[in-house]
């Protein structure tokens, strides 16, 4: 689904998330769309695992699952696109970087225009991504394949990582605290970011607002040790300011 159709489909998502049970006139009322718009696009949900389908309606299968990847890559799609072209002109001609899994590091991989750029990464979106000439060398870490969240990770790929040294290092969370902790939803999405931010490169963190100060599982490393957070426009003023007194680098877009 492109354009209107993901945006429709990310709402209706949260809306479904934030009550609970709704039924299709709810829905149809709510966002202003016929019935048969409703149905297809529940049922687009149901098949991601992430409402099931009930007499008159749909409920969230679980509000503190992380949503699977297919479906997060069309969630705020215009925001990750903007995010992911700012943190590609932090890259230069014969750059080595580290990309993380997620679907804001992905937009990022496919707006790299850098000449020689090598890449590590665990992200398996950017390892099936059609070729890209100016990736010189493309590296991917062994590990245990999570095909929800489209990623390699585990303890063999944190020990992957301690081999390696590039010299910028791109990451992603499913939210930021409102301690100012990046935070996790799972213990294998912790794990991996605890090991990004062991490597010694300069730590580029991307995350579109909606994801800044919510509340998630598990807290995982301070934001202080970030050099560059790249957010969008929509951020609040109040958290914006606070946010860059931690990082370095604020980088709104």
Do not use: W
Request: net charge positive.
């Amino acid at each position: 689904m492109k354009g209107k159709g993901n945006k429709r489909i990310s709402l209706l998502y949260e809306y479904i998330r934030d009550k609970g049970y709704v039924s299709v006139n709810d829905l149809i009322s709510e966002f202003n769309i016929s019935k048969s718009t409703v149905i297809r696009d529940l049922e687009f949900l149901h098949k991601e695992g992430q409402v099931a389908r009930v007499h008159g309606g749909a409920v969230p299968i679980n509000n503190e699952a992380t949503p699977k990847y297919d479906l997060r890559e069309i969630m705020n799609s215009s925001l990750k696109e903007r995010i992911g072209r700012a943190a590609a002109s932090l890259v230069k001609d014969n750059d080595e970087i580290f990309i993380d899994a997620g679907s804001t590091c992905y937009e990022f991989y496919k707006n790299i225009t850098a000449k020689n750029v090598t890449v590590f990464t665990c992200n398996l979106a950017i390892v099936s991504h059609k070729y890209k000439p100016n990736i010189k060398h493309l590296y991917t870490l062994e590990g245990e394949v999570s095909h929800s969240s489209s990623t390699i990770g585990g303890s063999l790929t944190s020990e992957n990582i301690k081999r390696i040294n590039p010299s910028k290092v791109f990451f992603s969370s499913t939210g930021l605290s409102h301690e100012c902790y990046i935070q996790a939803n799972s213990e294998f999405e912790l794990s991996g970011i605890k090991a990004v931010n062991s490597m010694s490169g300069e730590k580029i963190y991307l995350i579109d607002s909606s994801k800044i100060y919510t509340t998630k599982l598990f807290k995982a490393v301070p934001l202080s040790c970030v050099n560059y957070l790249i957010t969008d426009d929509s951020i609040n003023p109040d958290s914006a300011s606070t946010i860059k007194s931690l990082v370095k680098n604020l980088i709104i877009v």
